[in-house]
T-cell receptor
Framework: KAGVTQTPRYLIKTRGQQVTLSCSPI?????VSWYQQTPGQGLQFLFE???????NKGNFPGRFSGRQFSNSRSEMNVSTLELGDSALYLC???????????FGNGTRLTVT | SQQGEEDPQALSIQEGENATMNCSYK?????LQWYRQNSGRGLVHLIL?????REKHSGRLRVTLDTSKKSSSLLITASRAADTASYFC??????????????FGQGTTLQVKP
């Protein structure tokens, strides 16, 4: 069974631009979560989607948004990029509640 | 904000030795999980311990949970060079009802020297 797939693997953007990251969960997994990882703040929860509905949201500004499609694939979008948005963005999926998360290898976003 | 605090931040040992990492958290939890991350990669789930469990084993891993002290420890026995990675504890808060929302600690960086 294929793991969680995130595309692209690397991205370089300029301040003020916007970016869309994609995540394909493990087949059959309906919950998809997104995390931001930076050296200073560590791993921080962005949001979680289940059956196309945002179920939970972290403490990030409205520039960060996401969605989930009927096939459980998810995208997150960051608008008006800032230098501080440079990070590793990780997507994770899970089968059912209380089950462990399966992470993708992330998208490394660099904002210049 | 991060809930888990991990100790030590960095640990360097020789192959064959045991490695112990500790994690403390602040609120009531449903479960506590440990993950491993190799440099620049995604996290890999290692073990999950529920709030009503005190100890759990998986291969060379042993996890303990003390809910009265709001702390957990991860022991890796007979370490190998391949165990070199960062290790994170993560909690699912009690009543959150959102198991996709994990609160991660800052992690312990383990180096195992051959």
């Amino acid at each position: 069974k294929a793991g969680v797939t995130q595309t692209p693997r690397y991205l370089i953007k300029t301040r003020g631009q916007q970016v869309t990251l994609s995540c394909s969960p493990i087949s059959g997994h309906r919950s998809v979560s997104w995390y931001q990882q930076t050296p200073g703040q560590g791993l921080q929860f962005l949001f979680e989607y289940f059956s196309e509905t945002q179920r939970n949201k972290g403490n990030f500004p409205g520039r960060f948004s996401g969605r989930q499609f009927s096939n459980s694939r998810s995208e997150m979008n960051v608008s008006t990029l800032e230098l501080g948005d440079s990070a590793l963005y990780l997507c994770a999926s899970s089968l059912v509640e209380s089950s462990p998360l399966h992470f993708g290898n992330g998208t490394r976003l660099t904002v210049t | 904000s991060q809930q888990g605090e991990e100790d030590p931040q960095a640990l360097s040992i020789q192959e064959g030795e045991n490695a112990t990492m500790n994690c403390s958290y602040k609120t009531s939890i449903n479960n506590l999980q440990w993950y491993r991350q190799n440099s620049g990669r995604g996290l890999v789930h290692l073990i999950l311990i529920r709030s009503n469990e005190r100890e759990k084993h998986s291969g060379r891993l042993r996890v303990t949970l003390d809910t009265s002290k709001k702390s957990s420890s991860l022991l890796i026995t007979a370490s190998r060079a391949a165990d070199t990675a960062s290790y994170f504890c993560a909690t699912v808060n009690h009543g959150s009802g959102n198991t996709g929302k994990l609160i991660f600690g800052q992690g312990t960086t383990l180096q195992v020297k051959p």
